[in-house]
């Protein structure tokens, strides 16, 4: 790693790389979004030296032992993928035991405990957000979860359950994970009542990551690689973990590889630059859902599934695009792949557009 400010003194600096992480910048867990063909189109994007964390999607531990894991509806991983970071939701030992074996012959990297989540209909269980209101459980939580795993084991946790952040409580919170054997957290620095909307306390994220000896990750609110830098730089945090941005930017890593001094380029690719500008940008966004297509037709066949993927895709990160809107809904009409292909070529053609500017909110 060439970058200067990963060699600096700043504490949190390199605290990834003792876990064997020397590219600190993840792609977040996300239910509908992280699936095989996702994290393909991630690595379509990745300079050839670099392997990233890529997050599955929240993953059942009531379900996971009962499932035929190469066929989910389309298989769990792809050949060779072994830098991707299995999350799971649970809380009860002998289910995340049993999930973590069954997990083990895909070759995960490492495990993640979702304690962020506030879907009600999961806090009924008792787990994601639910954890995080009580910190004795969580801790045995992580502790057995430990025992159980020959991998790194993190845990991805939001600022605050309801809508006031504590922080007293949250250093509170985190030390105990600390303590219970965690090996790194990602903070997702808003309150359970923000959901995904609203500002996120980059600050606080920067106090925790502070008090802590083990490496803190910020998520949340990160649109460009400048927010993803600026999270390492100024607010001194060992890591940024991207969510929605990603559909926008598939190429967001490349972009902040390249402003770390990163010379390579994906393999996929002929080009050494990222797309820069609001209109290469712009191009390359349909560039990469075409792409996308493609990998879903080859992951999940021409499929009605397929199609809801590329939709919820699309719906994520049109918003994005400064004509995001109508392009989602005439996409909508298609009835399959193969006419969302074709029309994707014909909008790109006709309406070509810059990518907008979200500012962080
Ligand atoms: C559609 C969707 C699904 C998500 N699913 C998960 C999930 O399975 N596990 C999780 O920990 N967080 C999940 N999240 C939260 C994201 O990982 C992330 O914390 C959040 O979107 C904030 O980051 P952002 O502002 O960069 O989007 C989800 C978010 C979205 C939008």
Redesign the pocket.
Known sequence: MSSAYFNSNKPANGRMSRLGVSFPFMI???????HVAFRDLIRTYVPESLSPLLFT??LSTLRLPYEDLHDLPGPLTSTGENYFVP?LLGNEENYIAESIERLLPFHPWGFDI?M??PASHQLKHNWGVRLLGDMDYAAKVVAFTKKHSPKPVSV?LRAATGHQIDLGYLLNFTSRMEEAGADWLTL?C?TQNQG?HGY?HWDIVSEVAKARTIPVVA????HTWEDALSLIKTFDVDGA?????TTARPWILWQIAKKLGIQDKPTSRWESEPPWTPEEEGREYFRALLRFTCLLENYFGDSPFALKKLH?FVA?GSRWLLFGHPFFHLLKRCENLVQARDFINDYSELHPQPMGKIART
């Open positions: 977040a867990p996300m239910v509908g979004l992280s999607e929240m999350q979702n962020g989540c991805k997702h808003r995904h996120a998520n949340g609110d990160v973990m991207i969510a929605r941005a919820f994520q």
